[in-house]
């Protein structure tokens, strides 16, 4: 069974192997930005509060991204993470929403 807490909210029941751009936008409801969906923008930055074992590994890309926008070690791209299985708690940060409609 894999679970998601988002910004601290209720925790999600959720299918393994869920992308986590999509649980934070869709079960979340959270208008997280992401811009190329490759893991090379890091528009969409997340914080694991928790649950960091339970995701996929980062690929080089994803890496690279978040070393070149000095993320913190608990960073993942959203776009290209997926929720293996288990608990996993995160945080979006506000430099990672959409920004307000005009």
Known sequence: MARIRINGGPWRK???GSSLLGLIKGRGGVPIHSACG???????IVLVVAGMENLSPPFATETRTL???GAPDNARLSCVTRLLDGDVEVDVPPDSLEPPAA
Request: aromatic content about 0%; proline content about 8%.
């Open 67 to 69: 070393a070149a926008e």
């Open 38 to 44: 490759l893991g090379s923008c890091g528009s969409d």
């Open 14 to 16: 959720v299918m393994p």
